[in-house]
């Protein structure tokens, strides 16, 4: 029952590969909802086959809104999606219409709901004397350095996911406290909505693997090297290193074009990364309180999402 105090609000979660645009294109057609995507590399203009991104088509007849917002050179971050989200809900909401947030970046969604930590801003020094000892002995000794000092966000990292393993030390050595400490300590300000969380995933790991697989060929034979090869031309100044270019493939692709594997190689190297995307969501999902689980690989996926709205807008 939705309580009189605050309007409803629906976040519809789940990994790579599960079937999240199909389900919310199909609620746009059935409920007055409108979408919001909760997908850090959405963002970003042209990135379009390796992200998955909704084609025009989908987009005309399910418009979602913080798609295609920012040039990829840009940045973006947890806190200006909340103040987007924010801006957007209560729009809808003044529109007599239903906030569905759908996607896969479990670090925006923690945000809308629970706020942002007062973490301190980045310390040179500290970062070099980070980047000076992960040179001797690698980002996967740093990463187990992490796991001894704040093993939930360690838990959370790939051991080569130097830029947020790099932040949770650096807060750590400037403040004396871990990332999750600081997070459990915030008092974010409470999201005035009430919320329908539901989470789709897996019955079986191995079929999700396969889903991602097929993806991922789907993507090359769709052109994803001829799009990374046009926005490096676009956008000379892309790195590996730059925001968008870590996005899942994107980098592999990078690498691949400047010679360091072939083809087969940024294949294998894609869909394992793509993997490990999915594992960290699902981790990320575990931990996430009040979530209601909906098997994605189920026939029945759609009409039981559509149910667990449809009774929770109706009240």
Not at 28 to 55: C, H, Q, R, W
Not at 82 to 105: C, K, S
Not at 150 to 175: K, S
Not at 183 to 211: D, F, T
Request: net charge negative.
């Amino acid at each position: 029952m939705i309580q009189a105090a605050y309007p409803p609000a629906i976040f519809l979660m789940g990994p790579t590969a599960s079937g999240k645009t199909g389900v919310a294109v199909e609620l746009y057609s059935k409920l007055p909802v409108e979408i919001i995507s909760v997908d850090s590399a959405l963002v970003f203009k042209g990135m379009n086959i390796g992200t998955a991104k909704p084609d025009v088509e989908t987009l005309a007849r399910a418009p979602h809104h913080l798609i295609d917002i920012i040039d990829p050179t840009g940045a973006y971050s947890a806190a200006n999606f909340r103040n987007d989200a924010l801006r957007l809900m209560a729009e809808i909401t003044a529109r007599g219409r239903v906030p569905l947030l759908v996607g896969g970046t479990m670090l925006y969604f923690n945000a809308l709901q629970g706020g942002l930590s007062n973490l301190p801003e980045a310390n040179p020094a500290i970062r070099a004397e980070i980047e000076a000892e992960a040179a001797k002995i690698g980002w996967p000794a740093m990463h187990a350095r992490l796991a001894h000092i704040d093993p939930e966000t360690a838990a959370r990292l790939q051991p080569n996911d130097m830029q947020r393993v790099e932040r949770a030390l650096e807060v750590f050595m400037i403040t004396g406290n871990t990332i999750t400490a600081l997070h459990l300590a915030s008092k974010g300000e409470a999201l005035p909505y009430e919320l329908l969380k539901i989470a789709l995933v897996p019955s079986e790991r191995k079929m999700l693997h396969e889903r991602i697989a097929q993806r991922f060929d789907s993507m090359l034979a769709s052109g994803f090297l001829d799009e990374v090869r046009a926005l490096l031309a676009k956008y000379p100044e892309l790195t590996p290193e730059s925001t968008s270019m870590r996005c899942v493939g994107y980098r592999q692709a990078l690498e691949h074009l400047a010679g360091q594997y072939d083809e087969k190689e940024l294949r294998d190297r894609g869909i394992f990364a793509t993997r490990q995307l999915a594992k960290r969501q699902l981790t990320w999902l575990r931990g996430m309180d009040d979530t209601i689980e909906v098997d994605c690989l189920s026939p029945e996926m759609h009409e039981i999402v559509l149910k667990l709205i449809k009774e929770f807008i109706q009240g």
